[in-house]
């Protein structure tokens, strides 16, 4: 047998001021269902069963907040989203503590970087309150999805995206904000191994006055060609280069880049400077203040390949990470580019890299005493 909610029900939860929660009927899959999808959940290959949906109107502001199934969405075949890309998401993830309770990390910070993302692309924000509401609604009826394996977690996807059906270049009058969660292994297939990269000098993914600091969809479309030509060239993921001299690092495909210069306690961190084309990741904002705690100056600047390069080759650049919310920290081992390939250090894990790492995951899974206030408990 299923499980199910209650009847339709207005929820204790308000969206946003003046706009309750509603609770709808949500058929539940069999335990066993689910605990086999869990013993194996991979990477954004299945999805819980329920999921939160608003609506935006222009007059009415967000309205019709609810709770309801997992399912299809139907959209107007003009829907200005499908035609001018007005469309922008957040990653966060929520974590099993040994207590048995529930805790997603620095969601706020996720909150506030979705009304930057809203506002950079003419859209009507979600007010923060109503963006942890929505989150935390979606985690609390589907808290069972929430994996209890190693570095498991609930991957958390909200995003707002242009509905009126229209064809004309104008910001939407009518908008969708939905949150989904899907259970989540490793990033990586291959756990934390090295990836190799390849440095892009044909194409570029941000531009000055762009929007490569914001999520918006079209961010990640234009970056696939570039990353099935590093898959040509037999690596993992793409290296980011700047837009005007294509010189400088910038990120590695979706996450933030680190270069460790020197080792032990003397290690110094240095990761590219925001500068308006790169994003202000919550996992980089995060490691920049554990590695400050632990004595290791860190440093943001432009970082070259030719500095990369040549640091590799002296010693002085022993190790080379990158980090985001979807794969934490991934060790980079080996360098494509059409000048000359390079391995960083011995081509395996860092200590630096493996100990910020573990680090992170000890606050975020409730090993260690979250100092920060970073975990959000949902009650």
Known sequence: MTDTLADSRTSSRTFVEGVPVVVEDVRRRPAAERQAVLADPGFGRHFTDSMFLARYRAGEGWVDARLTAYAPLQLDPSAAALHYAQSIFEGLKAYAQPDGSVATFRPEANAARFVRGAKRLAMPPVPEPGFLAAVDALVDADRDWVPTGPDQTLYLRPYQMAVEPFLGVRPANEYLFLVIASPAGAYFPRGVQPVSVYLSEDYIRAAPGGTGEVKCAGNYAASLLAQEQAIAAGCDQVVWLDAVEKRYVEEMGGMNLFFVLGSGADAELVTP?????????????????????????????????????????????????????????????????????????????????????EALLDIQHGRVADTHGWLHRIG
Not at 313 to 324: L, M, R
């Open 273 to 357: 400077e925001l500068t308006g084309t790169l994003l202000p990741g919550i996992t980089r904002d995060s490691l920049i203040t554990l590695a400050r705690e632990r004595g290791h100056r860190v440093t943001e600047r432009r970082f070259s390949v030719e500095e990369w390069r040549e640091g590799v080759a002296d010693g002085s650049v022993t190790e080379t990470f990158a980090c985001g919310t979807a794969a934490v920290i991934t060790p980079v081992g080996e360098v494509k580019a059409r000048t000359g390939d390079f391995t960083v250090g011995d081509g395996t894990p860092g200590p630096l890299t493996m100990q910020l790492r």
